[in-house]
């Protein structure tokens, strides 16, 4: 029972890149497979809440201080989710199995409830009627309002679908001896797709995404988070509302509320920034000013500017020194793509910012003959990539095509001998596909002219 990746490996690496760009990721379990639930249906919790254990143990140990919040299935109050209908007291079981094995394989690992879907407050009594109470270290909740503002008064009937409910939520909370526990919004959000009843505009959207940021920081002390669903559209499908919850549309372009996200962001939760001059610089022969720029409300900081170890997952302090002005610089002569950030005094890391580095490559070529057939001679090397295979490109038709594999020796140096056996103009060059540390390159063109 899972969502992560089919090859843990994949995982990994997305868990490594998120990391290093200051994004905290929050798993969230969900999905049975078909042994521990007689093949009814990944929606189908599984028949003994205890098989959740071993799977939870491992990959809290796993990821281990990297990953920290781990939510505990999703919406059990719904039908949709847990089938064949809600049962608040099996969730608890499961819920209860989950968080042992969770502290087991890790202390501080931080369980959250599968978020309740709207302001449910009858099913979160039915949990600590249930005992839920000492198996979960923060609530998880889906506040959505419909097509409603977050600033949308509450109608009678209607707290559960409404921001001014959360606090009925709260109730609960405390009357149950949680006063002190958070509560973690893990998803709200808008559709865009123009079908259903809970349909808004791309400009109503973005202005419900700062409101409900602007109500998060004036009403609301005890959520620790919100998370904005989705961060891209599922899919293309418009008549499909579930398609078109994102910040982004399917192709990556931005809607309006993505711009009012990141505005909400910088504004709420302040971050220095790196930035580089030069993002891709040439092998050895330019270098790169890496500048820090921090809040104005910050004042003088104390900055240490890191770099990745390459290869690894640990960082290497390059300096440290206090901030200027709100601003930190240094020049750097790459020699390899890694990724760079800064830590603050007082403040949460910078997102990391990778350095592109391009190999250099070079060609020449010399011309020699026969009585009836032509020959060239072509060199050349490319910085940085001994013993690495290099594609040697002719002009054929405007088009440029592949027409030799080379291997560079320890010096990454090539050769190659062309023959001709008609005159005429040809044009070549090499391409360099690149490593893990360097970016592909290419060659000029030499022209060889064949009488």
Known sequence: MTSVPTSPTAFDWITAEALNRGIEPQLNIISTPGWAN????????????SDISGFVNKLVSRYKGRIRYFEIWNEPDASSFWRPAPDAAA????????????????????????????????????????????????????????????????????TRWNFYGIPL????MDANGDAGKKIWVSEFGWQTSGHGDATVSLATQARY????????????????AMCV?????????????????????????AKPSYYTYGGSS?????????????????????????????????????????????????????????????????????????????????????????????????????RSWGRRVRYARVSGSVIHAPRTTVCLRQRVSGRWKTVRRITTDA???????????????????????GSSRLIGTRSRSVRILVR
């Open 91 to 158: 969730y608890v079981q499961m819920l209860r199995a989950a968080y042992v094995a969770a502290k087991q394989a890790n202390p501080d690992a931080q369980i959250i409830s599968g978020g309740l879907m709207g302001n449910d407050t009858e099913y979160l009594q039915q949990m600590y009627d249930a005992g839920a109470g000492g198996y979960f270290d923060l609530l998880g909740l889906h506040p959505y309002t419909g097509a409603q503002s977050p600033n949308e008064p509450p109608a009678e009937y209607n």
């Open 229 to 253: 669903y989705d961060f891209r559209n599922d899919g293309t499908d418009t008549r499909n509302p579930e398609h078109h919850f994102g910040l982004l549309y399917h192709g990556f372009t």
């Open 266 to 366: 910088l504004a709420l939760w302040p971050r220095g920034r790196v930035s580089l001059t030069r993002p891709v610089v040439p092998y050895t022969s330019r270098k790169t000013l890496l500048r820090l720029r921090l809040p104005a409300s910050w004042g003088e900081c104390t900055v240490t500017i890191q770099r990745l170890v390459a290869g690894s997952r640990s960082w290497e302090t390059l300096l440290t020194r206090r901030s200027h002005d709100g601003y930190v610089s240094m020049y750097r002569w790459p020699t390899s793509r890694r990724l760079y950030r800064a830590l603050i005094d007082g403040h949460d890391p910078t997102p990391a910012t990778r350095v592109q580095v391009r190999s250099v490559a070079t060609i020449a070529a010399s």
């Open 38 to 49: 007689s093949n009814r249906g990944w929606r189908y919790p599984p028949t003994n809440p």
């Open 169 to 172: 939520m709260r109730a609960v």
């Open 209 to 224: 995404v700062g409101e409900a940021y602007d109500r998060l920081f004036r009403d609301f002390p005890y959520i620790e």
């Open 411 to 433: 010096g990454g140096r090539f050769t190659a001998l062309l023959r001709f056996s008609r005159s005429g103009r040809y044009y070549y060059h090499v391409w360099y596909p």
